[in-house]
């Protein structure tokens, strides 16, 4: 969901830099091939991701939620020389599709795929991380975050996506509406958190931005 009016969600995508032309080709294949292909990063909120990164210049990243491959992509365009992005994903299925498209990358052996249930893999990932991208299962949103916020370095970033909910954060959830709720409290959290300055972008379904200091 895109809350900015179309001409102007337009204008800044065309006065934004534009996604290479693997991107283009992997974001086809999603389309074409993936479950739900919505949840894509897509052109524009890629290129915010790749601009993060490449000011963060990270040696390490830890992405929750790879889905086809997108934002690693994005992501890695930031990466130290020698730097490493380790995704998590649960869904085995999509594996080999992601490993296609990281294979044709400049960021063929800098980026290493996990599958599993990202809170048991994370366990296994050895920090510290200078920027995490958390874009998985919406319940477990505060657990993610209290599993990684100890091994963040100072000056690192946490983004975190889909904070808005299609605006649903912003109502009174219904009592069965376990997602809404969950994401209600962990944009109290990270916006509460002594450790953390957060910003809340309205960039499609929602990007916070969350300093570690």
Same mark, same amino acid.
């Given at each position: 969901m895109n809350f900015?009016? +179309?001409?102007? @969600?337009? *204008?800044a995508s065309s006065h934004s830099q534009k996604e290479p032309a693997?991107?283009? +080709?992997? /974001?086809? +294949? &999603?389309?074409?091939? #993936?479950?739900?292909?919505?949840?894509?990063?897509g052109h524009f909120q890629g290129r915010v991701l790749s601009m993060i990164s490449k000011l963060v210049?990270?040696?390490t990243?830890? +992405?929750?939620?790879? /889905? &086809?491959? /997108?934002?690693?992509?994005?992501l890695a365009e930031g990466l130290q020389k020698n730097g490493i992005l380790h995704t998590i994903d649960h869904n085995e299925e999509l594996f080999d599709l992601q490993k296609k498209y990281f294979d044709r990358s400049p960021f063929k052996g800098s980026i290493k795929q996990h599958t599993g249930e990202a809170l048991e893999v994370i366990k296994q990932i050895e920090g510290p991380f200078d920027?995490?991208?958390?874009?998985? @299962?919406? #319940?477990? *949103?505060?657990? /993610?975050f209290h599993a990684i916020i100890d091994q963040m370095n100072s000056g690192g970033v946490i983004l975190s996506d889909n904070v808005l909910w299609s605006g649903k954060v912003t109502q009174k959830p219904d009592a069965k509406d376990e997602d809404t709720k969950a994401l209600i409290e962990y944009n109290k959290l990270i916006n509460e958190d002594p450790r953390l300055e957060t910003v809340l972008l309205p960039i499609r379904?929602?990007?916070?931005?969350?300093?570690v200091k």
């Open positions: 900015l009016p +179309e001409n102007i @969600d337009d *204008y693997l991107l283009t +080709e992997l /974001y086809k +294949e &999603t389309w074409q091939k #993936a479950l739900v292909p919505r949840m894509i990063s210049n990270p040696l990243i830890l +992405e929750i939620g790879t /889905y &086809t491959g /997108y934002s690693a992509l994005c920027l995490v991208f958390i874009d998985a @299962d919406k #319940a477990n *949103y505060s657990n /993610y379904d929602g990007l916070t931005i969350s300093r």
